[in-house]
């Protein structure tokens, strides 16, 4: 929890000058996951910016870690159409239209997700947009959180 507080809290500003409201959740206070934390910082910043640069330019970022160890970042754009839903992991990948980017930063998400055991899905958001779920539940312990 303290590891995605930091990354939101590096990213805010620029989510805000960009339009959105970013807003962290935890379901404990504490979720401990054995991991790389510079690995986990990296795929949470990518996430986030992922968030800030196809979120809708406006609307809320909401980044949640859940008591299983999965951490879940949703905006409130246009979503990811389903038949790309899982071409969008695959690297230099992009959607069209989807402005900068080289198509690189989800495909290093769900490395990270891989190396770490776990994988990376995204689904409709709950207000509409994209919920990307980095799911870390069958990793948690005694780690470094």
């Known amino acids: 929890v303290a590891l ?13 000058a960009t339009g959105y409201d970013l807003v962290v ?16 910082e990296r795929a949470i910043a990518n996430l986030i910016h992922n968030a800030i ?17 999965s951490i879940v970042v949703q905006d409130e754009g246009p979503g990811i159409p389903r038949e790309e839903r899982e071409r969008i992991f695959e690297p230099f990948h992009r959607l069209a239209g989807s402005g900068a980017g080289s198509g690189l930063g989800l495909n290093l998400v769900s490395e990270i997700a891989q190396a770490h055991g776990g994988r990376t899905i ?12 980095l799911d870390l539940s069958h990793r948690t312990g005694t780690g470094t959180g």
């Open 4 to 16: 995605v507080r930091k990354v939101a809290a590096d990213l805010a500003p620029l989510a805000i």
């Open 122 to 133: 995204v689904r409709d958001g709950p207000r509409g947009g994209a919920s990307f779920h």
């Open 25 to 40: 959740e935890a379901e404990e206070e504490r979720v401990d996951v054995d991991g790389d934390n510079a690995a986990l």
């Open 53 to 69: 640069q196809h979120g809708g330019q406006a609307g809320m970022i909401v980044v949640r870690v859940e008591r299983g160890g």
